[in-house]
DNA sequence: CAAATCCTAATTGTCAGACATATGAAAATT
DNA sequence: AATTTTCATATGTCTGACAATTAGGATTTG
């Protein structure tokens, strides 16, 4: 693990990408403890702070834990799905809400990827899962419920859909994709009867899934799909004529 | 923004947490330029080593860039398509490798995705994806070629498959699926028969989307799953069987 | 002897001050 | 007017110091 102090590149951007390189190639494996601070400051023959500034990149992206005290370190991170989950969430919002990313495409991504799941959800979801997609259902039809709050609440459904296909790597892919949607989802005014509607086909979802038949579920979510668009549509359309003639 | 010195969380993670909810909510918005690390060691009454190091932490995650000299500093980024794709393959590679994540649930996922950019890219695709496919078919069927080439080429063709969907939010969200199969796939050892059965399939997944046919591709790839997960579990009982009897 | 307490060493977290380096803009020079 | 120089500002790195935390050993105590 060498660094080029010639390099153009900042000395902590150097030893981070080196440090990351060793645990991915998994020369450094789950838990092993890195040198302290003050030996990967000789191995590098830099000064603290720039090893220090190192492992806080390395830390915030779960690769490493660190410690104090006597034991303490640096200590090579296995990494959670509750960890990824978050990260992955952050970032899908981040890429959708900076990217200008029509709500046509993400949509599109979203439903695409949740009837995947959809055949193995239906052969395999728990009473658990069917029991929280219908109080979420429930929830949905309280009246008073603010917007954001609805939207919450979809989201809530739709992660028990996915988490019913019992493949925690398709939960982790799934997570970003459903819930990056909701800032989008929360420029949409729900009206009461747009309400129905999409309470109605989460109520089509949860039957099938409760008969386990996949065709049935993609069918409800390929037409959630395509009510969604409309909704989406009609916000941005009249956001345009809002901006043409204000 | 405000943070609690008396908390036990570290101060520099307070202040990146503090300054990513203000970016995730749009309080700061893309380009924007923070305060210098000067002012913000006076918002928060903190040493500038604490600022410093929250502000690699939002880096890491590419969040932020800064910039030195005179009109220098950190400015809120525009997170592209490509960094989140190398940021959400290098997670997904980890989340795999470290998670003992079975080789069925794997490539369950990853094919289940994959098949869900099926009828889109069947629509879409244009000549480019499917001559790049074409070449990396021919590429596959070099003699001599490594298990690690072959695989490299096999995420290619794959990655053309989805790119093909013309859909980037897909696209982004199947980059981890499919790259972080990679490790666990050069494990596997190809015998030239078993690249001949998979080059076939890819063939017939190329020739399947040449003539816009989502159910051949869809059909495919799921035969191409099977032969996969096939080979994985004789692998997966080879090692188990010489770990039993040494 | 056992248990509780104290002490110590190691390690990370934070701070202050200094200098190096990069960079745009203003000022001086040609 | 164009070029060069200077300068102010900002981040990058280094040093040394002290605080906070923690495990484990040494010491005291019942």
Redesign the interface.
């Known amino acids: 693990m060498k660094i080029d102090p010639s390099s153009p590149a900042d000395l ?1 951007v150097q030893i ?1 990408s080196a440090i ?1 390189d060793a ?2 190639s ?1 020369q450094l494996i ?1 838990d092993q403890r890195l040198p302290s601070e003050a030996e990967l400051c000789a191995q590098f023959e830099v000064g603290r ?1 720039t090893v ?2 190192a492992l ?8 490493i834990r660190t410690q104090r005290g006597a034991t303490g370190g640096a200590f090579v991170n ?4 509750e960890e ?1 989950y978050s ?2 969430i ?10 200008a ?1 029509s709500f046509e ?2 949509c ?3 439903y ?2 949740e ?3 959809a ?2 959800s239906a052969a395999r979801r728990s009473a658990d899962h069917l029991a929280t997609m219908r109080a979420e259902i429930h929830r949905q039809g309280q009246p008073g419920l603010t917007d954001e709050a609805f939207c919450a609440s979809d989201v809530a459904f739709h992660r028990a859909l996915v988490d019913g ?1 019992g ?4 939960s ?2 799934l997570a ?2 459903v819930e990056a949607m909701q800032p989008l989802m929360n420029m949409i005014t729900f009206t009461a009867r747009s309400r129905e509607r999409i309470i109605a086909l989460h109520c089509q979802i949860a039957d099938a899934l409760d008969a386990q038949s996949a065709p049935e579920t993609e069918a409800a979510l390929s037409e959630l799909e395509r009510y969604t668009l409309t909704l989406g549509q009609d916000v941005m359309a009249q956001r345009a004529q809002a901006r043409a003639a204000p």
């Open positions: 902590s981070a990351r645990i991915v998994g789950v702070t220090r500034e806080k990149r390395l830390a915030a992206q779960s690769l296995r990494i959670s799905f990824a990260q992955q952050t970032t899908s919002t981040l890429l959708l809400s900076m990217n990313v495409t993400a599109e991504a979203r695409a990827l009837r995947a799941c055949p193995l296909a493949n925690p790597v398709m982790y892919q970003g994709a």
